[in-house]
């Protein structure tokens, strides 16, 4: 799977390339990350990507023409804009870019790119939250490792990223390691049983109920079994 990223501050990219699971993935051949300069794409001497907005306001708009050429000379993908007008950024919206072949990011800055860009290139927007960043390199990066870390092998065990919290609709259940007792906090005993169809069952248990509790609005959409639904039924949480 391949990443592209369209921004003015391409070392911002830097340490997604040097260290954690998207850097092995892409030394391991499984992904390619290409970061691109929007300034290399301007027309003008100074190498010029934003200018006043018609019709006056303060801050600067991200010109048209280093975009669209930029998209066009690095080639075709799905396009996504990182945008707090956008939908939002979920698990289920990124196991539907892994099925992408190639996300080419396009990196915002200041008060956002020419409408013009939205009208030629019907990127998919997105928008990690319901706040303001400094710009959409942030953004891009955290979605590309979301997305990422889906790649089949990239993650050395594939079970750790069925595991996560949100993979099927759930928060994640508690973990422990050594020791077992830690500052007189033990570890339940159940883990320690070695009866792996309890432990199953507890694991379960213990997600249903921090996403009852602390993210009742997953419930609705989360795929849950015969057996989910009566162990919330059994808390008094469905």
Request: proline content about 5%; charged content about 30%.
């Amino acid at each position: 799977m391949r990443f592209d990223f369209i921004t003015i501050f391409p070392r911002m990219f830097d340490p997604l390339l040097a260290e954690g699971v998207i850097a092995r993935g892409v030394k391991q051949g499984l992904l390619e990350i290409r970061v691109w300069d929007l300034r290399d794409f301007a027309s003008d001497r100074h190498r010029s990507t934003d200018d006043e907005a018609y019709g006056g306001g303060p801050g600067m708009v991200m010109l048209g023409e280093p975009v669209l050429r930029a998209v066009e000379e690095i080639g075709a993908g799905h396009i996504v804009m990182t945008s707090p007008q956008g939908r939002p950024f979920t698990q289920a919206v990124a196991n539907e870019l892994r099925d992408k072949q190639r996300l080419v990011f396009l990196c915002g800055r200041y008060e956002g790119f020419d409408h013009r860009v939205h009208e030629a290139l019907r990127p998919d927007e997105i928008s990690i939250g319901d706040f303001v960043v400094s710009g959409g390199e942030l953004p891009a990066m955290l979605m590309a490792d979301a997305v990422g870390r889906l790649v089949e092998g990239v993650v050395g065990n594939a079970g750790s990223v069925e595991e996560d919290s949100f993979f099927r609709g759930l928060l994640d259940y508690p973990h422990y390691t050594r020791p077992e007792e830690l500052r007189g906090m033990r570890v339940p005993d159940i883990l320690l049983s070695g009866h792996h169809e309890n432990i199953r069952k507890w694991r379960k248990e213990q997600a249903l109920r921090a996403t009852a509790e602390k993210r009742p609005d997953l419930l609705e959409t989360a795929e849950l079994d015969d057996e989910a639904r009566e162990i919330l039924r059994r808390l008094g949480k469905f």
